[in-house]
């Protein structure tokens, strides 16, 4: 006897329904529905408002700059310099050129204050009326150290950044989604780091702080969850950066070495990182939380 399949009922509903398969279905049916690309309206951020820690150079602000294309309304770069640097503001010139409404705004914040990212995000809320996105990208990275000695105040130092400060700073963007009741997504910048050791490096602190926030972002997904505040890694192999010039500008041999630890043979470029932001950040990616992405140039493969 023919059983008749039935679809369970919908738990959830693409703001941008009919999309895909459902879309076809309908125009099968409907001669009068007008076909239509909605692929790249899944990754707009129109009218949104987020924050970038770490914004004032480097990964930060072409992530910073990403959003701002992708058409948010407003994006808060937070970093430690009272003014922005003239990369900053050569970039934020260029987000008023595009013409698409955007704005870039700067704030000196350390993302070891807890309090003051706050409060912050809270001034922010106050004024834009949403949160939607954030991106804890501030990290540092210091010199090689044997890992038998290393000192407690140097340990703690990248820790206070790279660990506690992201949480602070998920935390400040996190409260204002929570106020607002529209979801967001917060993506916390790990590193490969976290889940593999960068060969004859001595980085225990950095690479110890990365696998924190790798547990971090899993253990904030699942608490948030439910108020469809989504928490992601994201994890990027070598690219070139202040952060990186550090060691290729002075030991120019470990471009070779760098590029070769990965199938594709070089290192990666900051832009690189433009179109995995876009999709965490947006609606293409509404069904992942608590995953890390892993954007190395598949270092993390060999
Ligand atoms: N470049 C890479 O190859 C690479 C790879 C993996 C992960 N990452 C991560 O990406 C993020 C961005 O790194 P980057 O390569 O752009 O380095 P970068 O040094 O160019 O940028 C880091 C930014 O963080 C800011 N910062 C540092 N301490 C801060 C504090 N206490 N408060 C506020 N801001 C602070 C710095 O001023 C700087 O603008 C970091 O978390 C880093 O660990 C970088």
Redesign the pocket.
């Known amino acids: 006897m023919a059983t008749q399949s039935s679809a369970p009922p919908a738990q959830s509903i693409s703001p941008l329904a009919p999309i895909g398969v459902s879309a076809a279905i309908e125009a099968a049916s409907n001669p009068g529905f007008q076909a239509k690309v909605k692929i790249f309206d899944e990754f707009a951020l129109n009218d949104r408002v987020g924050i970038v820690?770490?914004?004032?150079?480097?990964?930060?602000?072409?992530m910073a700059l990403a959003l701002c294309e992708a058409g948010a309304r407003a994006i808060y770069c937070?970093?430690?310099?009272a003014e922005p640097?003239e990369e900053w503001n050569q970039t934020s010139a260029y987000v008023k050129k595009l013409g698409n409404g955007s704005r870039l705004e700067y704030a000196q914040?350390?993302?070891?204050d807890q309090q003051a990212l706050w409060d912050k995000a809270k001034e922010i809320g106050d004024r834009e009326g949403r949160m939607d996105v954030c991106i804890?990208?501030?990290?540092?990275?210091k010199t090689h150290t044997d890992c038998l000695t290393y000192p407690a105040q140097q340990f703690k130092d990248v820790l206070?950044?790279?660990t506690n400060?992201?949480l602070f700073t998920a935390q400040a963007a996190g409260q204002q989604m929570r106020r607002f009741g529209n979801g967001g997504s917060i993506i916390l910048?790990?590193?490969?780091?976290g889940s593999i050791t960068n060969r004859d490096h001595a980085w225990v602190s950095?690479n110890s702080s990365?696998s924190a926030v790798l547990q971090m972002a899993r253990s904030m997904a699942c608490e948030l969850g439910p108020e469809r505040i989504r928490v992601n890694s994201l994890?990027?192999?070598?690219?070139?950066?202040?952060?990186?010039a550090a060691y290729l500008d002075t030991q120019p041999h470990l471009l070779d070495k760098w590029s070769n630890l990965n199938p594709l043979g070089r290192?990666?470029r900051?832009d690189e990182l433009r179109g995995v932001i876009a999709w965490l950040a947006s609606d293409a990616s509404t069904f992942c939380t608590g995953s890390d992405i892993l954007v190395s140039g598949g270092h993390h493969a060999w």
């Open positions: 820690s770490g914004g004032n150079r480097g990964l930060g602000l072409e937070f970093d430690l310099p640097s914040i350390d993302v070891r804890a990208a501030a990290g540092i990275l206070d950044v790279n400060g992201v910048i790990a590193s490969m780091s950095y990365k994890s990027p192999g070598h690219i070139y950066t202040s952060m990186t290192i990666g900051p």
